[in-house]
């Protein structure tokens, strides 16, 4: 299994939860090699020569194909691919550049675009599994993020097209998040407890909550293909 994004926050906490069930885990980061270290250690503690780590900039065209290339030097098959990782910050129209535009399109489009197409033929021979992590703001759009909501609003169509496109051999389903991390960024309580106030179980989740469901999709689900599954406490409603 190949995470992207992984040593932290909702990528860890998958890359647990797929682990503890069986999974060897190939744990991707960018700038996160002591946590991925650290994971890494924890997961190998568990299960010996049951992880690895490769560090990659997503942005670079070369960083698919030798992520895949990665994973299958590691564990000698690729089972699933979790396209995880995320640019996620504000861009107000007006203000918009195009270094912004590349980073949220190339790390929450492109990079799953070609990492699925670099997979596919590994895939296919274990009739294996892609997960895509979308968002609630791919499906409706969060104020001062429009990059941000194309970028996973396109997800949500590549997660049906590859769906199409892959099966019957590979399964292809995304994860659409709720309020379950708040950003590392500083943010103001009320605003928090707006969001909270607007899921109808008036809480928030938890990376544990995503994880789970990226294991129903790995173990429970083999006639589910082309869905995305919102765990938001009931915010898209």
Known sequence: MLITGAARRVGAAIARTLH???????????????????????????????????????????????????????????????????SFYPTPVGEITLAQWDDLIGTNLRAPVFLAQAAAPHLRARRGLIINMVDIHGLRPLKAH???????????????????????????????????LWPESPMDEHVKEEIVGKTALKRHGTPQDIARTALFFARDAPYVTGQILAVDGGRSI
């Open 20 to 86: 503890e069930a069986g999974a060897n885990v190939l744990i991707h980061h960018r700038g996160s090699r002591g946590a991925a270290v650290a994971l890494a250690a924890e997961l190998n503690h568990a299960r010996a020569g049951s992880a690895a780590i490769h560090g990659a900039n997503l942005l670079d065209a070369a960083a698919a194909p030798r992520l895949i290339a990665a994973s299958l030097e590691s564990f000698g098959r690729l089972d699933i691919l979790v396209n995880n990782a995320s």
């Open 146 to 180: 429009p990059v941000y909501s194309v970028a996973k609003a396109g997800l949500v169509m590549l997660t049906r097209a590859l769906a199409r496109e892959l099966g019957p051999d590979i399964r292809v389903n995304g994860i659409a998040p709720g309020p379950v």
